[in-house]
């Protein structure tokens, strides 16, 4: 692998684990609904969508392995899943990014909207390298 390959994963992990810890923090009451799910859920998430903060913190962080997975730094093990995952990231990532730009939250643009890009340049730089 080269080093823009391993520099790109570790960004994407980077960033992929600030998601995370907003997902978490969602899931444990803090009142930041405005900046997901396009402000439907200002102050505080309702339980069930508690619920879904953690399942998708634990998807992004399923994500973040088949970066690492494909980069070669992490879960060796995986290689050849990874091979075919990653094209499932890369996916993800295109449409986090297109539903942080046209979303009706301005946070979520503001805020979000440059971590998605940055999150699918980076997978797709660990996708094709």
């Given at each position: ?87 499932f990231v890369v996916a993800f990532s295109m449409v986090s990014t297109v539903l ?30």
């Amino acid at each position: 692998m080269t080093v823009l390959v391993s520099i790109s994963a570790i960004v994407f992990t980077v960033l992929m684990f600030i998601v995370v810890l907003f997902q978490l923090a969602l899931a444990l009451g803090m009142p930041w609904g405005s900046y997901a799910m396009g402000g439907k859920f200002p102050g505080k998430y309702p339980p069930g969508m508690r619920v879904g903060a953690i399942i998708q913190a634990i998807v992004l962080l399923v994500i973040a392995s088949i970066v690492l997975g494909k980069s070669g730094l992490f879960l060796p093990a995986w290689d050849s899943f990874a091979d075919k995952a990653i094209w499932f990231v890369v996916a993800f990532s295109m449409v986090s990014t297109v539903l942080n730009l046209i979303t009706r939250s301005k946070w979520e643009r503001r805020i979000w909207a440059p971590v998605s890009v940055l999150l699918l340049v980076t997978s797709v730089i660990v996708a094709v390298g």
